[in-house]
């Protein structure tokens, strides 16, 4: 489900149910995948001539309350790329409200790689929807990712400019059994966002801090430079500490217990000589005791100051989406049979 809805309001969300309480509250689209759902998807041409595409078809599962107020969108056959898009009553912005953005997903087949992640598409890629595709330029990317040992949850925005933004610290949090979850998003007006998993709060915060949307409000001074008394040494050589006189002995020494060979004929074999041996008073090279630096500063860092890039407001509206239009699934899965209901 999609939606926006004025502050205070409350949504409240269960596995088969979405329940929305505000008056102020608008839902630009709401899929139970009833028995006619084709008609309101467009199944994307991509990967279609290399005969790589998948389908969804209808389907509640091994395990269920009802066949069919539980079925969903199952993904089939194995090892291919599945995309489609549906069209919301109307294309909206979501300027002073929250945007809500919540679907399900059961991993039924007990996934080992692929993703379960939806999009929302502005109207703007209208002319792409027919080859949907990774490509096709989206607004918001959001739900799980699960390839062997990589495990995530995808919130990414696509910028002003176009660039899609990762959360700078990728979110582990995600549902790996073959249950449904529930994965709702949630941003704020006050660009603050929420992600919910099961309705329980996984991740929040400022899309400012968590997202590279801005250059940074402040950076090192470029033209500072180290003073030359910064002593950076952590650790100096002790300098009470001296060699002992006794230190300085050879490696090797003339092993005094070889003895000349009965057969060793100096005028044949020359000036016999005792082979060497390690010395047991060798200690190695000397070096002097480590102690902690008086002087010591720490490392040096240019100071911080404001950065010339960074435009005071123009992280106002990092929320804002004012042309949402489209549904879209646009996805790999090495092993099928997840399965997609009450977006």
């Known amino acids: 489900m999609v939606w926006t809805k004025g502050l ?5 969300a269960l596995a088969t149910l979405s329940i929305l309480s505000c008056v102020e509250a608008k839902v630009y689209f709401e ?4 028995a006619d759902w084709e008609k309101n998807w467009v199944k994307s041409t991509w990967k279609t001539a290399e005969g790589a595409d998948g389908k969804f078809v209808r389907s509640a599962g091994k395990y269920f309350s009802d066949p069919e107020k539980d079925a969903g969108i199952q993904t089939t056959p194995d090892a291919r790329f599945y995309a489609m898009t549906a069209e919301m009553k109307e294309t909206f912005d979501n300027t002073g409200k929250d945007l809500v953005f919540q679907f399900s997903v059961k991993h039924e087949q007990k996934i080992d790689c692929g993703g379960g992640y939806v999009k929302l598409v502005p109207a703007s890629s209208a002319d792409k929807i027919a080859d949907f595709s990774g490509e ?3 607004s918001i990317m959001f739900g799980p990712d699960i390839c062997g040992g990589t495990k995530h949850t995808h919130v990414i925005f696509t910028d002003k400019d176009g660039v899609n933004q990762l959360r700078t610290n990728k979110l582990t949090r995600v549902a790996t059994d073959e249950l449904t979850h529930v994965y709702t998003l949630i941003v704020h007006p006050d660009n603050t966002y929420e992600v919910l998993l099961d309705l329980e709060e996984v991740a929040k915060g400022e899309l400012e801090e968590d997202w590279a ?11 500072a430079t180290k003073p030359e008394d910064w002593d950076e040494r952590e650790k100096i050589p002790d300098p009470e500490d001296v060699k002992p006189e006794d230190w300085d002995v050879p490696e090797m020494i003339p092993d005094d217990k070889a003895e000349l060979p009965e057969d060793w004929d100096e005028e044949e074999d020359g000036e ?3 082979p060497m041996m390690k010395n047991p008073e060798y200690k190695g090279e000397w070096t002097q005791k480590l102690m902690d630096n008086p002087e010591y500063k720490g490392k040096w860092e240019a100071p911080m100051i404001k950065n ?3 435009v005071d407001g123009s992280g106002d509206e990092l929320y804002r989406y004012t042309d949402l239009k489209y549904i ?4 790999w899965q090495g092993k099928r049979g997840t399965i997609f209901d009450n977006i």
């Open 8 to 12: 205070g309001c409350a949504a409240l």
């Open 213 to 223: 949307f801005l250059p940074p409000k402040e950076i090192h001074d470029p033209e």
């Open 136 to 138: 096709t330029p989206y």
């Open 31 to 34: 899929e139970t995948f009833p």
């Open 272 to 274: 016999w000589e005792r």
């Open 308 to 310: 010339p890039d960074y």
């Open 328 to 331: 879209g699934f646009e996805l």
